[in-house]
Structure formats: structure tokens, C-alpha cells
Nanobody, 117 residues
Framework: QEQLAESGGGLVQPGGSLRLSCAAS????????MSWVRQAPGKGLEWVAEIYMVTGMTLLTNAVKGRFSISGDNANNSMYLQMNNLKPEDTGRYYC??????????RGQGTQVTVSS
């Protein structure tokens, strides 16, 4: 069974850092585009970042450029989102997903990130 499992969320003060992990099972991420998306309270799903696991090419939304980075580890079949200088507006549930540009064939259950003092 194909699954994605996120971890690493939590409560952090503004300016703090978190590293989210996404572990894939049942398939190899090395062939796919993989993405991080988030959903703030009362809002729709927002794309955050993507990585093409074949080449390592990455893209990030403007709101997180310079603060977040996305990476992948084909050997461990995992993907990561390093989040630095977190802001209250980064609060939300973060999901890893297989695919890109709003077309996701698989998504995890998510991990909650709360940025608050």
C-alpha cells in the first residue's frame, strides 16, 4: 500500500525553526515530483515547495523563499522541509504529496505547525 507519513511539526516561537520529514512507503519517490502543501485554519490548500527527485530541482513559493528549503533522500525514500525564521502566517497543517501543480496522486495525513509566542 502506498503511503506518505509526515512528522516533525510542533509549536514554535516566531523566528524559530522546524524540520518536517515525509517518509514514503509502497513506492519509490525517486521517480516523482514531490511537494509540500499546507492548509491554514479556515483556508484552502496552499502549495509551498516541490522537488523533482530525478534531478533534485526545487521550487518554492515566494512567501517562503530564503526561509524554507526542500530536500529529498532517495536512499531513505524520504523528503524534508527545513523551515527557518518561522512566522505566525506559516501556521497550518503541512502535508507531503506526490505530484506537483495542484495534481497530487497521494497525500499524507499531515503534521501541524503552530508559530506563536
Amino acid at each position: 500500500q502506498e503511503q506518505l507519513a509526515e512528522s516533525g511539526g510542533g509549536l514554535v516561537q516566531p523566528g524559530g525553526s522546524l524540520r518536517l520529514s515525509c517518509a514514503a512507503s509502497g513506492f519509490m519517490i525517486s521517480r516523482y515530483y514531490m511537494s509540500w502543501v499546507r492548509q491554514a485554519p479556515g483556508k484552502g490548500l496552499e502549495w509551498v515547495a516541490e522537488i523533482y527527485m530525478v534531478t533534485g530541482m526545487t521550487l518554492l513559493t515566494n512567501a517562503v523563499k530564503g526561509r524554507f528549503s526542500i530536500s529529498g533522500d532517495n536512499a531513505n525514500n524520504s523528503m524534508y522541509l527545513q523551515m527557518n525564521n518561522l512566522k505566525p502566517e506559516d501556521t497550518g497543517r503541512y502535508y507531503c504529496a506526490r505530484g506537483r501543480a495542484g495534481k497530487y496522486s497521494l497525500r499524507g495525513q499531515g503534521t501541524q505547525v503552530t508559530v506563536s509566542s
